[in-house]
T-cell receptor
């Protein structure tokens, strides 16, 4: 069975703080994809990143970075120097062969000025 | 290029009424999905269609039916709405990599959502 756990329900930070959103997944497959999505207060879902299970290289995109560790089944997301516009619900998701995406329950990030 | 479109954006139903949520994508994707989003529950898959002509149940299919009308369109029907179906419904599409039985899916593109209230 596959499962995604986002243990942090809500996180509150002050602008310019760094924040890490945790994601732990379970799968029996060796080939799978991991995703992060952002849902701002306006409600739409925005794709952020996809990671292949064979690629453990960390990814950095501007203030965003992702740390994928197969040894701990984790795919954590860090926002550096957070901004108010980063306030949103963030979802981690897993796809293994032959199934649709399974989403975690999401982490609500609130960034105050 | 509109991406994924959904209609309607808002709907209020009475218990027992029926309705169909419409979804269309113009990205030529093979796979389409219907999710519901409830507070604290994240996104839960209702049904998906890996390719035109096929549909499969997701995590929460009870009370819903779907139709993959063609490659572009994937509709969700509530035959007899219940208050428990009050939710925000999202349609999504994606491209598959590999064959249907072992396909992995590229990132999903989501529609803007339909906010449904059942009284």
């Amino acid at each position: 069975a596959q499962k995604v756990t986002q243990a942090q329900t809500e996180i509150s930070v002050v602008e310019k703080e760094d924040v890490t959103l945790d994601c732990v997944y379970e799968t029996r497959d060796t080939t799978y994809y991991l995703f992060w999505y952002k849902q701002p207060p306006s409600g739409e879902l925005v794709f952020l990143i996809r990671r292949n299970s064979f690629d453990e290289q960390n990814e950095i995109s501007g203030r965003y970075s992702w740390n994928f560790q197969k040894s701990t089944s984790s795919f954590n997301f860090t926002i550096t120097a957070s901004q108010v516009v980063d306030s949103a619900v963030y979802f981690c998701a897993l796809n293994q062969a032959g199934t649709a995406l399974i989403f975690g329950k999401g982490t609500t990030l609130s960034v105050s000025s | 290029n509109a991406g994924v479109t959904q209609t309607p954006k808002f709907q209020v139903l009475k218990t027992g009424q029926s309705m169909t949520l419409q979804c269309a994508q113009d990205m030529n994707h093979n796979s389409m999905y219907w999710y519901r989003q409830d507070p604290g529950m994240g996104l839960r898959l209702i049904y998906y269609s890996a390719s035109e002509g096929t549909t499969d149940k997701g995590e929460v299919p009870n009370g819903y039916n779907v139709s993959r009308l063609n490659k572009r369109e994937f509709s969700l029907r509530l035959e007899s709405a219940a208050p428990s179906q009050t939710s925000v419904y999202f349609c999504a599409s994606s491209e598959a990599v590999g064959t249907s039985g072992s396909a992995l899916y590229n990132e999903q593109f989501f529609g803007p959502g339909t906010r449904l209230t059942v009284l």
